[in-house]
């Protein structure tokens, strides 16, 4: 079945499990099998919390969430109105040092990118858009 | 979320189900703060997790820094196939015990 669904949420984290829930609602509508819903759960959760922590700097705000989905691929846009952000010109973190190296955290966009086949960001009439595009 | 202590300190065991995520992992590490405080080592048994996101991997590599800089240990188990993809794509499988 195809999918294609908007949904708006308040930019705070609390939110995470109703965004969650709607996901995998909508995913499970369009036949994405349980394996990639896990995985775009977690690419939705890593940009969903950054906008949430970030992308208003302590003010209210929003985030709208666009899934276009169907038994092959999802297509999954974040717009926020915050400041300009594009998460993707962050440094790649270095998955081979040792533990004693490893900074804690630096890993939430590593995997949206790695969960993703595509991962694209605009900023487009004051706001940030991010797509990520994954096909199963 | 939830958790089961299986095993005490100062040999601490802890069963976790459900998801390790931005609302839930900080809630299990100051939950079991007292407990890993009493510990030298400790085993989490993730056979009931089937969600990890960048906030549980923070959670484990925290635990792992921290029981290493101590001498002591620190394992994982029951590690389910999507979880597990998600600790191999971090590189976190090279850092972690897994049992």
Redesign the interface.
């Known amino acids: 079945m195809n999918v294609a669904v908007t949904l708006q949420f308040p930019a705070e984290?609390?939110k995470?499990?109703e965004v969650?829930e709607k996901l995998d609602t909508n995913l499970l509508s369009a036949g994405c099998p349980e394996?990639a819903r896990?995985?775009l759960?977690?690419a939705v959760?890593?940009i969903f919390?950054n906008i949430a922590n970030y992308a208003y700097e302590g003010k209210q705000g929003s985030a709208v969430i666009n899934i276009k989905a169907d038994a092959h691929k999802a297509t999954i846009s974040f717009a926020d109105s915050g400041f300009p952000y594009d998460p993707l010109q962050k440094e790649d973190p270095n998955?081979?040092?040792?533990?004693?190296d490893?900074p804690?955290?630096g890993?939430?966009v590593?995997?949206v990118k790695?969960m993703c086949d595509e991962v694209h960001y605009e900023r487009r009439d004051d706001m940030n858009i991010l797509t990520l595009v994954k096909k199963y | 979320m939830t958790y089961e202590i299986t095993s005490p300190p100062p040999e601490l065991t802890v069963a976790v189900k459900g998801r390790l995520d931005t609302l839930t992992s900080p809630k299990l590490e100051s939950d079991l703060e007292p407990s890993i405080a009493k510990s030298k080592s400790l085993v989490l048994d993730l056979t009931g997790v089937d969600y990890l996101s960048s906030a549980g991997l923070r959670l484990l590599l925290t635990l792992q820094k921290r029981f290493k800089k101590e001498g002591g240990s620190f394992k994982l188990r029951g590690i389910q196939p999507g979880v597990m993809e998600i600790l191999r794509m971090t590189g976190f499988l090279k850092i972690l015990s897994v049992e």
């Open positions: 984290t609390q995470l499990p969650l394996d896990m995985q759960a977690v959760e890593e919390v998955i081979e040092q040792a533990v004693e490893r804690i955290g890993l939430g590593f995997l790695e």
